[in-house]
Nanobody
């Protein structure tokens, strides 16, 4: 059974940091690119970042470039999203995606 399980969300003040994890199982994780998306209340789902299967190349949305870093550990079947200098507009439910599968998401709240 394919599973993607996000974790690491929470409440953080503006300027703070969080590290999200996406643990994968049930498929050959190392064969697939991984992406992070987010959806804020009342807004469309937004692509955030992508990493190739080997981790050799990454891409970011302009809104997070320079603040977020996507990475992966294929030995652990896990992808990560390091989020620094968080802003209120980063608040959203964050989802990982691979092989056309989605996790249930982890909530990020940015507030004083």
């Amino acid at each position: 059974q394919v599973q993607l399980v996000e974790s690491g969300g929470g409440l953080v003040q503006p300027g703070g940091s969080l590290r999200l994890s996406c643990a994968a199982s049930g498929f050959s994780f190392s064969r697939y690119a991984m992406s992070w998306f987010r959806r804020a209340p009342g807004k469309e789902r937004e692509w955030v970042a992508r990493i190739t299967s080997t981790g050799g190349s990454t891409q970011y949305a302009d809104s997070v470039k320079g603040r977020f870093t996507i990475s992966r550990d294929n030995a652990k079947n896990t992808a990560y999203l390091q989020m620094n200098n968080l802003k209120p507009e980063d608040a959203a439910m964050y989802y990982c995606n691979a092989n056309n599968y989605w996790g249930l998401g982890t909530q990020v709240t940015v507030s004083v």
